[in-house]
């Protein structure tokens, strides 16, 4: 099976992660690092394997374990529950703000100019306003990410996510994962299983898509899952769909955006229909990016599933109030509180952003440039590695302005979150190392509501990612980090 027992460096003998005295032997991280291989197949935490070419496209084809930490990763039970705390607030917080069509196209009118995709997506919502559309049945299955800035002491939000929030499934294995491995081993690392939270992300995610399908109420409608031609995190998403089938007996189809162009219609009634099932809940697991929309097959297909009545996780609204340059204008002064009436719920929301800057801001531009280590410069992308660090900030903000046009409002500036590194042991294709790391703790968010009816507003597990301190970018499907689970301290 793998070379991982091989491949061990002997100084992890000394790698004492509950801070235990006892020099632990190579022989016994082979053992741990084995077994946790063996569960992981076992237990579907697969990906599709990128040696195989077809891995992508056939399920039970070309599979690899995704990348984990070995065992989970310490965090204070306060950040934890200040992270916990804050997924129902911000639920609601993205369902206020999609309501406010004049916020979300006055606010990204300028970035529509210089982002063709923004700029689509904005087009449209312009044009469900003009049909007087409205979303009655609001589903969002979102993702708000963290860290924990070493130098304040400070829980911010790096992002949140309100498209194709991904892992629930497989980060909730990771959690098991380590349960398991800290069961049969925690003894000897000095850990207890019991402090790493349960994770029913998988569990309360189907159970929204399946509330959503009853509300819709059209018992022989289908859910739709919008994928990737190719995709090789499907198992994650297909933990899903067998949780949503096995438990809630609701069926999906999967279609990409151009086939849903090709075999879709919608009837006088609003009614959805793809490949002849009703579709009543469209959940997007593709969409994100400009790459999925290679032509305007995909964008007919995103307008038709927009102007159906089908309950679309996210509709184009939820899908634009989780852009960044959103996020940085609900930073503002005095923009949350239009939108949440409850102080203190104003002042959590607010404890947890961090810096965040739009560039037509002169004096701040001009202290990136002097110090670009401590900014991050964003554009409107989702899915990874699309963000610029270090010098090649300063050296964007040279160009964009030089330019002189509208370049610039294409990015947001964000204020450099530093978390406090620290030793793991990550395993990737078989093959372990131990580094430094950095984490980053995502928590699932799911909120379902009917007209003036909130059905659900809940925490819905988590996802630990961590990755090697130096790499800037953080995503597990890009190549940087590895799935992870919480050992609450
Ligand atoms: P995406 O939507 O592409 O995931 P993110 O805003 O989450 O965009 O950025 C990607 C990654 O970049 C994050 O997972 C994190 O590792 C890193 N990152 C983003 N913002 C910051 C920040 N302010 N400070 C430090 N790292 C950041
Ligand atoms: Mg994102
Ligand atoms: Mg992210």
């Given at each position: 099976m793998s070379r991982a027992p091989s491949s061990i460096p002997s100084q992890l003998a000394a790698w004492k992660p509950g801070g235990s005295d006892e020099v632990l032997s190579d022989e016994f991280f082979e053992k741990v690092v084995s077994d946790a291989l063996v569960w992981s197949a076992l237990h579907g935490l697969v990906v599709g394997d990128r040696s195989n070419s077809r891995s992508g496209k056939v399920p039970g084809v070309g599979m690899v374990h995704a990348p984990f930490a070995l065992t989970p990763t310490p965090l204070p039970m306060s950040y934890w529950r200040q992270a916990c705390e804050l997924a129902?607030?911000?639920?609601?917080?993205?369902?206020?703000?999609s309501l406010d069509a004049d916020f979300l196209q006055n606010s990204l009118s300028r970035t529509k100019k210089v982002?063709?995709?923004?700029?689509?997506?904005?087009?449209?919502?312009?044009?469900m306003l003009s049909l007087d559309k409205k979303e009655e049945i609001r589903l969002?299955?979102?993702?708000?990410d963290y860290m924990v800035d070493s130098e304040t002491d400070m829980l911010y939000q790096i992002e949140l996510n309100t498209i194709s929030s991904s892992f629930p499934g497989l980060g909730s294995l990771v959690a098991d994962l380590h349960r398991n491995v800290l069961g049969h081993y925690g003894q000897d690392l000095g850990l207890d299983s019991r402090n790493v939270p349960e994770n029913p992300a998988v569990?309360?995610?189907?159970?929204?898509?399946?509330?959503?399908?009853?509300?819709y109420n059209a018992s022989s409608a289908v859910v739709m899952v919008v994928v990737q031609g190719e995709e090789r995190n499907m198992y994650d998403q297909y933990w899903l769909s067998t949780v949503l089938k096995d438990k809630h007996g609701v069926a999906s189809i999967r279609k990409t955006l151009a086939e849903i162009d090709a075999q879709g219609?919608?009837?006088?009634?609003?009614?959805?229909?793809?490949?002849?099932h009703s579709v009543s809940v469209v959940y997007f697991r593709a969409g994100y990016t400009p790459n999925d929309y290679p032509s305007e097959t995909e964008w007919r297909a995103r307008l038709l599933i927009e102007s159906s009545s089908a309950v679309k996780c996210p509709s184009i609204a939820y899908h634009l109030v989780g852009t960044k340059k959103i996020q940085q204008e609900l930073a503002k002064p005095d923009i949350l509180e239009r939108f949440v009436e409850n102080k203190d719920h104003v002042a959590a929301l607010r404890k947890c952003f961090a810096g965040l800057w739009s560039l037509d801001n002169d004096e701040i531009v001009r202290t990136a440039m002097d110090k670009p280590e401590l900014f991050v410069l964003k554009p409107q992308r989702e899915g990874g590695g699309n963000n610029i660090y270090g010098t090649d900030v300063r050296e964007m903000l040279i160009k964009l302005r030089n330019e002189g046009n509208d370049g610039l409002a294409a990015y947001i500036l964000m204020q450099r979150i530093f978390p406090k590194d620290s030793l793991s042991y990550l395993i990737r294709d078989g093959i372990s190392h131990t580094e430094k790391t950095i984490s980053e703790l995502g928590i699932y968010g799911a909120y379902l509501r009917n007209k003036d009816k909130v059905i659900i507003n809940e925490q819905s597990g988590y996802l630990m990612r961590t990755k090697v301190s130096s790499s800037n970018e953080g995503g597990v499907a890009a190549g940087f980090a590895v799935l992870d689970s919480v050992y609450l301290t």
């Open positions: 129902p607030l911000f639920n609601e917080l993205v369902d206020r703000v982002d063709e995709f923004t700029g689509r997506l904005l087009e449209i919502h312009l044009q969002g299955l979102h993702r708000s569990s309360q995610f189907a159970k929204a898509l399946a509330n959503a399908w009853s509300e219609h919608v009837l006088p009634d609003g009614t959805l229909v793809v490949d002849g």
